[in-house]
């Protein structure tokens, strides 16, 4: 965490970091909604790649249907399988869900269909390795139009298996010498500039840290002393990969800092005395417990000790002779085994970093003589249980242990950890808490996420209501909440997802703080919620999708703060009462639902997806009209003046009805009862909707679409015969049409943004107009009986992927040999599949593909 404190302080400090958001926003293309574009941020570890991406992310998230953070690759991940954790939190991110559903275990290809429909920004923070990169993004084809995908690394080459047209790179450079010299002196001396007797010392320190801020702010922070006035030439040294030989008696009498990262394992320097060092950096070095250097280097001052990914080491050294040690940095030391006791003389260490240290499976007790020690992170460690004297931490604020899963046991010392602040146990055994968890006075944020063995949270977590602010039991077997609950006066955020909880607490309305309340997947969560909620002032986001919940309160209309309502899949609700006017996202769905939700005051909404169906379930289309007596009609507008009365409309009723969307960008409807959609707008109006999905078994009519449309998918209308002419949507970039009956698309020669067609179980009889779609990518036709044969496609220059599956009544495709772009081609189950011409360009495009 400190880390992370470091590199932005120390950005933000140096001069020019907008000027880098800028460039690389401008890279980027915001503009530019017809292609997927791939951004590789470069440069040398510290100088602050992260810190911009978070920036850049921050600006422009809000431009994009959902964003993902994939933060600290390289780091976590310890082999290929890892990726899956990724995969897992990118498809819950795209698809806004708070906890996985049971089909995240797939690939991540399975979810092509709905990526594709979508604009995303995506953020792949510190990966190395090509294969890592592609695991996870793979193909930019899986991504919507407009996508934008970020990626930080130290490899400038990271992006090389990318189209150049696709793939832009943007190097972080060093600080020039007077921001260089600005930060240090800012970080050392607390001001902007020093006495001309400084000057000589100075610069070596900032020519020695390479101008990198993140080694800048910390150097200057440590060297904040009176870690200066006789500070000689020679008082950083860099000896990265190198093997030093030698006698270096005096040589380095005032040395405060050395890195030496990838040293080799053999010690051959004599008299290599630094009794002045404040920081040692050995990462990714092969030394071991048995390296001369420990013995021979005397560094009684030393404050920084860095052997991150030091793999070779099995036991650490013995560190009696650094009792000024403030920070002990030994994540991703894969063999290490055992802690030697002797950490217990660090009485200064506040901060110890075990993380990914998968092989360690036991910590000394003398741990609990470090007294200092603020931060304990054994995240991805194989630490079975936690010695009871760490009650002797009086000072411990962060204890972390994500994805420690052989942790079972939590001891009831922990109780005078009276400063603890932040308790993440995330994947770990454990399967109760003690009941003097209430002690923690201190403490803000309590993870339990996928701890599947817990089953109940202690009584005396009501007593930490004055400090606890977010809480997350997610993915836990807990079933009951305690009454206590009611007194985290203070709690921001509330996460039970896909716990087995099956109720809320009666007096959830004493949580008056509360912003966030998860509780999606609980499938035990049933009956209403209670009215008590009307005194949630301050919440802001409601889910509850895929539960058994079968009410809200009329009460729910008075949150006035309330931007999102997620009731996907909660297939008890019958009806809904009114809902607040602040709404900016709305989903839900159920099979039980038998009226509209009033909807006339909702002009915030920038998303909606209503539904009266399970959108998961597959059934057959219906050749069925419904009743004359269910007949309805639905009009959208997007007037800002429309000021229609609506009220709830039942499916029992024969009525049109109405409502207003101005801000609306995303639509999705599946409402089988109604047959006529009639979108409406002024011609003074500017309507903001982007996306369009539809499906419906009765939907038989849809009136002239939106010319702001980029994405329109049309799904499971069997009754829909004919589409209003789309020439006019210019914008669009992809459009779907599965489980139709509709037998031509009229107009799509004006489809001229088009990048993706994909038609699907249709009666289309033709695709006249294709030919004059010069910026198609992706043409995807399969189980159309009725289409006798494709135009001409050799004017498709840019045509990446081509799918022609069950198509029975083609026997040739015209031009294929000229289509030049072409990456993916699948001709299957078709007359034409067998022809020489397909046989020919599958050789072509194989070909290319090994070139490439």
Known sequence: MKDEAYAIAAVQAAVGIDDGVQQITDLLEMEVNDEVCIIGIYGT?????????????????????????????????????????????????????????????????????????????IVIDDVEKQSYLHAIVGDLHWFGLGSRIIVTSQNEEILKEYDPEKARTYMVGKLDDNQAFELFYQHAFGKKSLTPDHDGHVNCIVNATEKLPLAIEVTGSFLRAGDFESIPDKTFLKLDNAKVFGDYAGAFPSLKWLCWQSC???????NFVLRELVILDLSGSKVTEDWRGWSQIKMEKLKVLNLMGCSDILITPNFSGYKDLEILILERCSRLVKLDPSIGHLKRLVSLNLKSCSQLNKLPVELGHMTALEELFIDGTSVRKIPISIGNLKKLKFLSGLKCFQLSHLPSSVSCLIALSVLSLDGTKISDLPSSLGELLSLRRLSLRDCHYMQELPDSIGKVGSSLEELDISATSISTLPNSIKNLQNLRVLRMDSSFVRAFPVEIGNLTKLEELHASWCRSLQGGIPRDIKRLYHLRSLTLGHSSISSLPSEISTISSLHTLDLLQCNEIVVLPKLPPSLICLRVSSKRMKAIPCLKDLKELEELYLSDEDPQESRPPSKQLMPESKVKQLSIWFSRLWNLEFLQTHWTEKQSFSISFPKLRKLELSLSRIIKLHIVYEPTDIPQLKTLTLSGMSLEQVSELPKTLSVLSIRGCSSLKRLPIVQSLTNISAFELYHSAIEEIEGLEGLKSLKRLDISNCKIQNLNGIVQLTSLRSLIVSDCDYLHSLPDLSNLKLLKVLEIRQCKMIHQIEGLEELTSLEKLKISECPAENSVQVQNVLKLVKARSLVT
């Open 45 to 121: 570890d510290g100088i602050g790649k992260t810190t911009l991406a978070k920036a850049v992310y921050n600006r422009i998230s809000s431009c994009f249907d959902s964003c993902s953070f994939l933060a600290e690759v390289e780091a976590t991940l310890q082999n290929p399988s890892d990726i899956q954790f990724f995969q897992t939190k990118l498809i819950r991110d795209i698809l806004e869900r708070d906890r996985e559903d049971p089909s995240f275990d797939e690939r991540i290809e399975d979810f092509l269909d709905i990526f594709r429909e979508m604009k995303v920004l």
């Open 264 to 270: 080799p394992s053999d010690f051959g320097e004599e």
